[in-house]
């Protein structure tokens, strides 16, 4: 597609459930992000992927949170038995374009709530 | 540890006007600037992006400009409009292109 993508746009759960959110960088893209953006912590990184390995995944919070990216393209950022403090929009990014490879384009998020 | 301040963190301004949103930084060591675009309940669009290297990139009605020495940066705005309004967010990055992030500046652009 023409941008990055992501889903589901918005997921509701309950606590100490698991959820899994995807995201389709733009076609072509080597490089992916994850961020995420509450509102007391504002937009923090969580983890980067080049091509289908992980070399910083300093970000995470905590072993319940983990993500993959299979065929240098579609990762999955899964949240295991989750918390309400997990509340928040999760973005992510992708670069490594042709043209442009330095900026960073984002997709739309998905809201994440945990009652 | 990088820390990325954005001064002010609310501004609203009369349509037309010129401003100046302010981006400070603690390391000089990065490796580029961002601005970025967010509206509500929505992604972050790519506004500007400046090289460590280099001083200040122009898009449009938008001018960045980067001191790398004393971890600032500013975005100017010209002739501002209603369709401004949005929050403005700083990032920086380091070799592995993570973003930093300001806690932005939320601009309001009254007609």
């Known amino acids: 597609g023409a941008g990055v993508s992501q889903s589901p746009s918005n997921k509701v759960t309950e606590k100490g459930k698991d959820v899994e959110l995807r995201c389709d960088p733009i076609?072509?893209?080597?490089?992916l992000y994850w961020y995420r953006q509450s509102l007391g912590q504002g937009l923090e990184f969580l983890i980067y992927f080049q091509g289908n390995s992980a070399p910083d995944k300093s970000g995470l919070p905590s072993d319940r949170f983990s993500a993959e990216r299979t065929g240098g393209s579609v990762s999955t950022l899964t949240i295991q038995r989750t918390q309400q403090e997990d509340s928040a929009v999760y973005l992510c990014a992708s670069r490594g374009g042709t043209a442009d490879t330095d900026t960073q384009y984002f997709g739309p998020g998905t809201r994440l709530t945990v009652l | 540890k990088q820390e990325v301040t954005q001064i002010p963190a609310a501004l609203s301004v009369p349509e037309g006007e010129n401003l100046v949103l302010n981006c400070s930084f603690t390391d000089s060591a990065i490796y580029n600037l961002q601005w970025f675009r967010q509206d509500p309940g929505k992604g972050l669009t790519s506004l500007l992006l400046i090289q460590s290297s280099q001083r200040e990139q122009t898009s449009g009605r938008l001018n960045a400009s980067l001191d790398k020495s004393s971890g600032r940066s500013t975005l100017y705005i010209a002739a501002s409009q209603p369709g401004d309004s949005a929050t403005y967010l700083c990032?920086?990055?380091?070799?592995?292109?993570?973003?930093?992030f300001g806690s932005g500046t939320r601009l309001l652009v009254r007609p």
């Open positions: 076609s072509g893209h080597t490089a």
């Open positions: 990032a920086v990055t380091d070799s592995s292109y993570k973003l930093i």
